[in-house]
């Protein structure tokens, strides 16, 4: 057996192989250096010539002319979002609006907004809640209804628990993922008290005549296979001003969104005079979306 | 690397089982983790559920670290070398599993220290990543020099070795531990979210990790001339009595707080142990574990079961189908159903998961028989670059190798 093993004298290292070691790791630092990085690391400057590229890229794929938006978060703003649980039919009207806005996966089917039908005799009850019932006609008797998406925490576990840092609450509170940076480990999907995050298990199938151009950096663009998505609060929308998709959707106007730092604001108003809640409060994860009770 | 016919049917039934797996990986790659089962309500699976186990595994080389070292019990003291390669390669599986389980594969390297980012010291998987890999090269490096030292016929150097073997030690509780916070610190998740889990997780590992050990150093013992005292084998069966009295101790409070409080949190134990209205998929699994643990009890603390090969044996295998049940799927699917909204999805692993961790298990195995390979001979004093004094060698006696 002794012959199999080779010679254990060591190898002094050329001149020539020290010199490729030296080149290969210069190489790779500047690969690193200039390659592609947490986007909120990134020089605004050249944010926009990536974004540039990300948009001829879409529109070719798409074709459409897609734009790809880099707003950011807005000085004196933290939004936050106020669900009327009394007015809340149950029609998942938002569900969809969300999908279509937000460039959701139609095969197979993401949805980031769970639409729960609870009995009125328990309460708000998870373990008995139901986010397939399959009515006729909503509300249902006995029923009422929770719609459940990112509850957008100002202690938001799921950012903790990031191992590379692709997850992040921006300046005005909208927790946000780096879809380029994001490995896919899922620990946030484990994290989140809301099943609020959603895995991108297959190539999101979305025809091209149903892609939303409108996109943020951030929020709307397509998600690549492999990578976690979320809620944004629409960020494409509200920090140009405008409301979230949903809130727009809804029929029975059970949703308001505005500027939680704003005194005059509907959200203030209603935090200070309804019967204010959040989900799993004793998880202290201080939700920016409350549920209320308008009536 | 010459071997008898069993030697190669083994290796070649190894390679066979990774390229199956490569295979199914490369499935996996192409059309995403779809292939798995795993969908958002079970976000994690098999993949984590293995991890886990072999984590445990990795950190156990330390139950015989701790009597040999620290009590200088000469008996334990050979067997150390086979902890550490047995721990090795555990930890290559456990990379291997976390690898095959992430999204984006070619995105690791965000996870390496300063090329990437390493979300450090708040995400727990990050710690994870980083004592494993230390752990990883503590032991590589105590095992290479000890087998070199061997190999040119001197005595490994004592001022070299102790002390990493003896950082050896906290740092198997560390790893392990660290594991088990990275499910214990997310209060999303009652059924892990316990104080008692990481104390349960090391009370595991002390069983699982020395039950491999003590059958692979029987068959050691029986096909080459690898000497190894009775009494060893017993005394480790002896400690592993203890670790899974512990073990059972520590499920029993944790059921015991469960049923007795009575909150929405039994939820998840009753899934497990009941099952949940018609969904009593882990129902069988859960007894399976709680029955094989317990077996495994009675015959290592019993002196004369304990001392009976056929029953040795027969503890030693139910140790580790009992462990690995309750440790990996038992953990990690009631942690995850109901899901967070209540939801009650099913999950069964898939043949493209099935073959992906075989073909992983086999890498391992592959690893761990390589090395016995080199390290036998070696620390047999079959093998040696020169001859030197007797008292030089790792082992007094060389005896000739058929
Ligand atoms: S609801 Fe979930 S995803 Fe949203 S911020 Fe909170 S923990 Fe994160
Ligand atoms: S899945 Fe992505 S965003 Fe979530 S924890 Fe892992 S790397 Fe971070």
Partial sequence: ?295 | MRGNAGYWAWVSLLLALIASGLLAYADQVTRGLGVTAMRDQVSWGFYIGNFTFLVGVAAAAVVLVIPAYVYGWRPIREIVIYGELLAVSAIVMCGLFVFVDVGRPDRVWHLAPLLGHLNFPSSLLAWDVLVLNLYFVVNFVVVTHILYRAYTGRHYSTRFVVPLVLLSIPMAVGIHTVTAFLYNGLAARPYWNSSILAPQFLASAFCSGPAILLIVLQLLRRFTSFELKNEAIWKIAELMAYAMFLNLFLHGAEAFKEYYSDTEHLLFTRYWYEGLGEHRTLVPYAWAALVLNAVAFVLFIVPATRRNWVTLNVGCVATYAGVYIEKGMGLIIPGLTPDTLGEIYVYYPTLAELRVAAGVFAVGFLVFTLMLKVAVPISLGEFQEAEVSGEGRHRAVAPAHG
Avoid at chain 1, 2 to 23: E, K, L, N, Y
Avoid at chain 1, 179 to 186: M, S
Wanted: aromatic share 10%; charged share 25%; net charge positive.
């Fill in chain 1, 1 to 295: 057996m002794g012959d199999t093993m080779s010679s254990d004298t060591p190898h002094p290292v050329t001149r020539r192989q020290f010199a490729s070691c030296t080149a290969a790791a210069a190489a790779g630092f500047l690969l690193t250096a200039c390659g592609p990085r947490r986007l909120r690391e990134v020089p605004k400057a050249r944010l926009r010539s990536m974004l540039d590229d990300l948009e001829r890229e879409y529109s070719k794929t798409y074709g459409k002319a897609v734009t790809v938006s880099d707003t950011p978060a807005a000085d004196g703003v933290v939004f936050a979002y106020a669900l009327d649980i009394s007015r809340c039919i149950g029609c998942r009207r938002c569900v969809y609006a969300c999908v279509d806005e937000n460039n959701q996966s139609r095969d197979p089917q993401v949805h980031w907004i769970r639409v729960l039908s609870m009995d009125k005799e328990r309460g708000i009850d998870f373990a008995h809640a139901d986010a397939y019932y399959d009515a006729k006609e909503v509300p249902q008797d006995g029923h009422f209804y929770v719609p459940v998406a990112c509850q957008q925490c100002r202690n938001p576990p799921c950012t903790k628990v990031c191992p590379v840092g692709a997850t992040w609450a921006e300046k005005d509170g909208i927790v946000v993922i780096d879809y380029d940076w994001c490995i896919g480990c899922r620990c946030c999907m484990a994290a989140c008290p809301y099943g609020a995050r959603h895995f991108n298990w297959s190539d999101a199938g979305i025809p091209n005549e149903q892609v939303n151009p409108a996109m943020h950096y951030l929020g709307n663009r397509p998600r690549p296979r492999g990578v976690v998505e979320k809620c944004t609060f629409c960020i494409q929308r509200v920090r140009k001003g405008r409301y979230p998709a949903c809130v727009e959707a809804c029929p029975v106007g059970a949703r308001k969104f505005g500027n939680l730092l704003d005194p005059e604001s509907e959200i203030r108003y209603i935090i200070e005079h309804k019967r204010v809640l959040v989900l799993k409060e004793e998880l202290n994860t201080m939700p920016k979306f409350f549920y209320f009770y308008g009536t």
